[in-house]
């Protein structure tokens, strides 16, 4: 896909954009994406000082941190952006959502492939992290805050620090295209409803017990 697609793409998904002029001049997303093509190319062909002073120019422009090894698909759509960071062995696959403060790091305890693989059409929330060599299957969102440490399959809602698998998406619909974040279970609601179950059985079984 080319830059001019992926400047129409972000245009199709966000709704405070007019016009594709609006999109390619000032949109910090569509910015980067020129700025990591060129990264890339360079890091690719083992320009890796001319790489990195590149991506540090994006990095000071956007607040977007993109480091030049990363692989980054088509038609990802990068929502604000400031404060989004994104590590060197991360690969990214086509038509993806991030919004803004998401890390897709590193733990410091690998070496080699050290970053997220992701899959197609993966929506990622504001403030989200993935963390180590974990894969993100395709069709999977990720909620905002969630701390993702451990692989994820495909078609499926994840949330909460660590991230936990709170729905299954039995229609496959691709969650990049559906940029609803608010319904998405509570998984803090949902465990103290647990245990708040929990307890009311335990009470009745002692009642019982006691009489």
């Known amino acids: 896909m080319s830059l001019l697609s992926d400047a129409r793409n972000i245009l199709n998904k966000d709704p405070a954009a007019r016009n594709l002029a ?4 000032l949109y910090p997303g569509f910015r980067i994406l020129v700025n990591h093509r060129i990264a890339n190319w360079l890091y690719r062909h083992k320009r890796f000082f001319l790489a990195r002073w590149v991506s540090q120019r994006g990095r000071k422009k956007t607040g977007i ?3 030049p090894g990363a692989q980054i698909g088509s038609g990802l759509f990068i929502d604000h952006g400031m404060g989004i960071v994104i590590g060197e062995t991360t690969e990214i696959g086509n038509n993806c959502t991030i919004y803004h403060q998401v890390t897709l790091g590193g733990t410091g305890k690998d070496t080699g492939k050290r970053h997220p693989t992701i899959g197609d059409n993966v929506l990622i929330g504001a403030g989200a992290s993935v963390l180590g060599p974990v894969l993100i299957g395709s069709n999977t969102r990720i909620a905002a805050g969630s701390v993702v440490l451990t692989c ?3 078609h499926v809602t994840a949330a909460g620090v660590p991230a936990r698998i709170v729905s299954v998406n039995g229609e496959r619909i691709r969650p990049s295209d559906d940029l609803d974040q608010r319904n998405i279970p ?3 609601a949902r465990r ?3 245990m708040d179950e929990r307890l009311v059985s335990l009470e009745n079984r002692s009642g019982h017990t006691e009489g």
């Open 22 to 25: 609006e999109v390619i001049l």
């Open 65 to 67: 941190e993109i480091h």
């Open 186 to 188: 509570d998984m803090i």
């Open 192 to 194: 103290l409803r647990e």
């Open 152 to 154: 994820l399959p495909e």
